[in-house]
């Protein structure tokens, strides 16, 4: 057997390892066996970037293909920038890069300021007296999630041309703010759920779940919007704000940021989601109580299927804007009103919900 197996062989073995060890992140409720597991994952990627290293000029200079298998992982965790879709590719499907993957080299690049959400309970969806909610935000139900990080807003004009230079993603569509450098720091749009994606994989992660994203934005005691129950147009780019187009990112912050902070949840941009609406935009196949396993998070769901997107933004009225608000796109649009945050690392989960 050649060094090329050898390779392989090791990194197939590394990744297998990582899998294992995800399991044990999962099931076990002791605090010191999720920290070992943990840097016992961290220990297996570095072999793999290791191996990953003396791979690559091997193949060059054999002048064979990479295995398919590892050819997402070449990418996402080696800095040579050799192995990008196309932006064509972007399109038609999502860079499969491991959910437990650590940040990437890439975030750091962005300069995504992660949030921390803890493990643990909230109140998602709206109440069945609430008379602005619609029956697709109801019951009203406990959820709880494992601890996941969000960015603190949503990603901006800079930063998602740092992914369109390394031919990660497509340069947003009719986006005249992109070109604009008074417009770098805020959110960019004009981008589909599938540019997104390439980039939320490309630095490790992934888009939020509505569920994440809705804990991410209330916090654990069901607020309206994310500052509280009452609306106050001075906290949020919405309508009421007169701009009719985005702002800067954290323009409204702190006055107008969720329990956790994160900032722009209400208003500036709806947001996308990983998850399923459905294919009738009146009628979602998929209702609460949110069940993360019935379908709603599938990435290979087809394009006629629409995704649900979040937040509001400058032009909705506030009734649009409060957290428990569920709205959809198909996932192959481009809207001047639509943007994204990332989840980092991709392995947040659902625990269970009552």
């Known amino acids: 057997m050649g060094r090329k197996d050898d390779l392989e062989r090791n990194v197939r073995e590394c990744y297998g390892v990582i899998s294992d060890y995800e399991a044990v992140q999962r099931d076990t409720d002791r605090p010191e066996e999720r920290r070992r597991a943990r840097r016992l994952i961290d220990e297996q990627w570095e072999l793999i970037k290791d191996y990953l290293d003396e791979y690559l000029p091997l193949c060059r200079r054999l002048g064979t293909d990479l295995a398919d298998d590892l050819k997402q992982l070449a ?11 196309t932006p064509g590719e972007c399109q038609e499907r999502v860079p499969i890069v491991p959910a ?6 890439a975030a750091g690049k962005l300069g995504l300021e992660l949030i921390r959400i803890p493990a643990g309970w909230f109140l998602m969806g709206s109440h069945q007296d609430d008379p602005e909610a619609y029956d697709w935000e109801k019951p009203q ?8 990080g969000i960015s603190r807003s949503p990603v901006t004009n800079a930063q998602y041309r740092e992914a369109v230079e390394a031919q990660i993603c497509e340069a947003p569509r009719d986006s005249e703010y992109y070109e604009d450098p008074d417009y770098a720091d805020h959110p960019v749009v004009g981008v589909n759920w599938y540019q ?14 509505e ?4 804990k991410a934005a209330r916090g654990t005691g069901g607020g309206k919007y994310p500052w509280g129950n009452e609306w106050d147009e001075s906290k949020c780019n ?15 912050s702190p006055r107008g940021d969720s329990p956790y902070g994160c900032a722009d949840m209400a208003g500036n941009v709806w947001e996308w989601t990983l998850s399923v609406w459905g294919r009738d935009q009146w009628n979602p196949d998929f209702v609460y109580p949110y069940e993360a396993q019935d379908g709603r998070e599938d990435l290979s769901a087809p394009s006629t299927f629409l995704r649900v997107v ?6 909705v009225q506030p009734t649009f804007a409060r957290c428990a608000f569920r709205y959809w796109n198909p996932p192959n649009a481009y809207r001047m009103y ?8 991709g392995d947040a989960r659902i625990i269970g919900n009552v």
């Open 75 to 85: 990418f996402s965790l080696t800095e040579t920038g050799e192995l990008p879709p």
């Open 100 to 105: 437990g993957m650590p940040p990437a080299r």
């Open 141 to 148: 139900h406990r959820m709880r999630l494992s601890e996941f």
């Open 196 to 209: 997104a994606m390439a980039l939320a994989r490309w630095v490790g992660g992934r888009l939020p779940t």
């Open 211 to 214: 569920a994440e994203w809705e």
């Open 238 to 252: 919405s309508v009421g704000s007169g701009t009719l187009t985005t702002s800067r990112v954290g323009q409204y």
């Open 310 to 315: 979040r937040g509001g933004a400058f032009h």
């Open 338 to 345: 639509l943007g994204f945050r990332v989840v980092v690392p």
